[in-house]
């Protein structure tokens, strides 16, 4: 099992921009699948951004635009840039692996490994 570790979250006033980060507790040598999702209360967690094998991002319609995800496979770091954010994107963030090359980059809950999740709040 990889282990994933967020951080970066915390309390920001709508407009602003924070970047979530995921460690990753191995280096992943072959191709694999990352993603960011989120979990606002009473609600389901929904995909937010993803980024397959061959580096192609996938986002949320809700926050296309506004959301980059990247990784830096060097130094096992998976980001979001978060701009522009709302009220609406207060959640608590969670960052998701699939380590094979067969993954597809979904926004689907089908990863294999989790985070704990960051926690992200903004004010309006």
């Known amino acids: 099992q990889v282990r994933l570790v967020e951080s970066g979250g915390g309390s920001v006033q709508a407009g602003g921009s924070l970047r979530l980060s995921c460690a990753r507790s191995v280096y992943i040598a072959g191709r694999h699948c990352m993603a960011w999702f989120r979990r606002a209360p009473g609600m389901d967690r929904e995909g937010v951004a993803a980024i397959d094998a061959n580096g192609i991002t996938l986002y949320a319609d809700s926050v296309k635009g506004r959301f980059t995800i990247s990784r830096d496979n060097t130094r096992n770091i998976l980001y979001l840039q978060m701009e522009s954010l709302k009220p609406e994107d207060t959640a608590m963030y969670y960052c998701?692996?699939?380590?094979?090359?067969?993954?597809?980059?979904?926004?689907?809950?089908?990863?294999?490994?989790w985070g704990q999740g960051t926690q992200v709040t903004v004010s309006s």
């Open positions: 998701a692996g699939e380590w094979h090359s067969g993954c597809s980059g979904s926004l689907r809950d089908e990863y294999k490994d």
